[in-house]
């Protein structure tokens, strides 16, 4: 029987990067569910702290920044595993957010039975989470809600007054 450390350090060995950075990220976000976002530093330091690879392995970055942002021209994978909110900012990709067309199809989380045991319990967690903030995203936009609210200004009146006030004045 193998103990729990063996198996992890087993699960480890062949966790991909970009699972690794849809770890700590979600981890991330279920210890910080106040946050929208995340700096890409923040994912970086939450990364060395988890410590499932030491050192923390180079490719780690280069996924945080482009390899597993969805919507940003892939260049070597097809992750839509991040999202990227405002430059330097990312956050968990989920259903409804857009994305660069190339990536379409492209690993959202990672499969079950690629991760190790002890953070198994994440891809119930991200489930729940993607689906109330995908609820809380539909709620009535702010700037949509203004659609139509100055139409009155474009009425024949309106029209003729303002065409009338720039033509005061004329010869």
Known sequence: ??????????????????????????????????H?????????ERAHREGLF???????????????????????GLYRILFETQDGRRRLFREG????PKREGGKITPNPQALPPAYADLLDWYRDWSVSETRDSKQEDPLLSLRGSGKHLWSKEHADE???RLREGWE
């Open 1 to 34: 029987m193998q103990t729990t450390e063996t198996q992890i350090s087993q699960g480890k060995a062949h966790l991909k990067v970009a699972d690794e950075v849809w770890i700590v990220t979600a981890l991330l976000h279920r210890e910080h569910p106040e």
């Open 97 to 100: 957010d857009t994305y660069d």
């Open 162 to 164: 303002y065409v009338r």
């Open 36 to 44: 929208p976002d995340f700096a890409i530093q923040e994912i970086m």
């Open 54 to 76: 030491q050192p923390l392995r180079p490719g780690i970055y280069v996924h945080v920044v482009q390899h597993c942002v969805a919507n940003r021209p892939p260049n070597s």
